[in-house]
């Protein structure tokens, strides 16, 4: 028996060997890999950071621009309240070490020229209290109860700073109450759902400008403003009922299900091309250029070839280019007579025969 435990080991002893590397690499030791470990997490909160505060900067003017528009407000004071709680394990160190710890809610973010940061507030401030009821934090670490807030009341803040209480009282600005977040998915999407606008890590990433970034969350706040996500979950239950009627009827009980599919993707197309032109205002009423609107469906052409000339549930890249850019002239033209800004209800229609316009676009 211990002859041939022996002879294992050898054996196996002998694969290791023979398995592991035959070069040796640089050798790294704890204290330089904690190090650079260190390093790498400030940069990752720092990357991590400029994202939110990039997508809330441009949320707050889009919001404000565009209320009279939202069917819901809020009263908006341009900040983001958080605890440590709200960012994954690795970043905390540095969330602490930039803002603070504690279980009160610190600003991690103030809009430039807000509300919030006019009345001297500043990044850090724990905010304790607002109109003396006690701010709840939700399960992703960011205050929830802003929801409740009434339209255009005045806000009594109580916060503190370096561990003194303060007060001050904030006028708030009417905004769109929808929530913004930015998602971790590298691929280039954003999308909206019935009370949030996900921008992705990999549409940050492809879109460096602001005016191109706001023209993205303009076309996601525009499916908020005109009800598609209601209207399409409205068709889908119109679609199932439909087909499971129909299903029933012919001896097919999987029909309810591919009548829901089809209904939600009905007129799917044209909320796409309403959004496109009704975001393309919203995008222009909070004082972004929108003149690169064309050339970004351009760049999205490259970027996915298959949607310049096919598209199920979407237009066509080349569609969205040209009818933005005509969008754009009417927006311009409207600018110049002095006329308000206010999307008109019917958009202009784009077909096959206008591609030749993307060039002459270009070229003027
Ligand atoms: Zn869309």
């Not at 028996?1 to 294992?8: C, G, K, S, T």
């Not at 009434?150 to 708030?172: C, I, Q």
């Not at 009417?174 to 996900?198: H, L, M, Q, R, Y």
């Amino acid at each position: 028996m211990r002859f041939l435990i022996a002879v294992l080991v050898l054996i196996v002893g002998g694969l290791v060997v023979s398995c592991g590397p035959t070069h040796q690499a640089p050798v790294v030791s704890e204290a330089e890999e904690a190090a650079e470990a260190a390093y790498q997490e400030r940069r990752a909160f720092q990357r991590w950071h400029g994202q939110h505060v990039r997508v809330f900067n441009i949320w707050d003017r889009l919001a404000a621009a565009n209320a009279e528009f939202c069917p819901e407000k809020i009263p908006a004071v341009g900040w983001w309240v958080s605890t440590p709680g709200g960012v994954s394990e690795t970043l905390r160190g540095e969330y602490v070490r930039k803002f603070g710890g504690g279980d009160i809610p610190r600003i991690t973010y103030l809009h430039a020229g807000g509300v919030a940061e006019k009345a001297g507030m500043r990044a850090g401030d724990q905010v304790v209290s607002v109109n003396g009821v006690v701010l709840a934090i939700g399960w992703n670490g960011q205050m929830s109860n802003w929801r409740t807030w009434k339209e255009t009341s005045p806000l009594k803040v109580e916060y503190l700073r370096g561990g003194k209480r303060r007060l001050v009282n904030l006028t708030p600005v009417e905004a769109c109450k929808f929530n913004v977040v930015v998602g971790p998915e590298t691929t280039v999407n954003a999308t909206a759902s019935i009370d949030t606008i996900s921008v992705s890590v990999g549409m940050l990433d492809f879109l460096t400008s602001d005016d191109d970034l706001a023209l993205v969350i303009g076309h996601e706040l525009a499916h908020h403003t005109e009800g598609h996500i209601a209207k399409k979950m409205q068709n889908q239950v119109v679609g199932a009922v439909f087909g499971a009627v129909i299903g029933a009827a012919i001896g097919l009980p999987g029909l309810g299900y591919s009548g829901g599919t089809i209904g939600a993707m009905a007129f799917s197309k044209e909320f796409e091309s309403e959004s496109d032109y009704v975001g393309l205002y919203y995008t222009a009423r909070a004082g972004y250029r929108i003149d690169g609107a064309s050339e970004l469906w351009r760049r999205m052409g490259e970027l996915d070839p298959n949607s310049i000339n096919f598209g199920s549930t979407h237009p066509t890249s080349a569609k969205r280019s040209v009818a933005l850019s005509r969008a754009v002239r009417e927006i311009e033209r409207r600018r110049e007579a002095g006329e308000p800004l206010v999307p008109k209800r019917r958009h202009p229609v784009v077909e096959k025969a206008d591609k030749g316009d993307s060039f002459e676009d270009r070229m003027n």
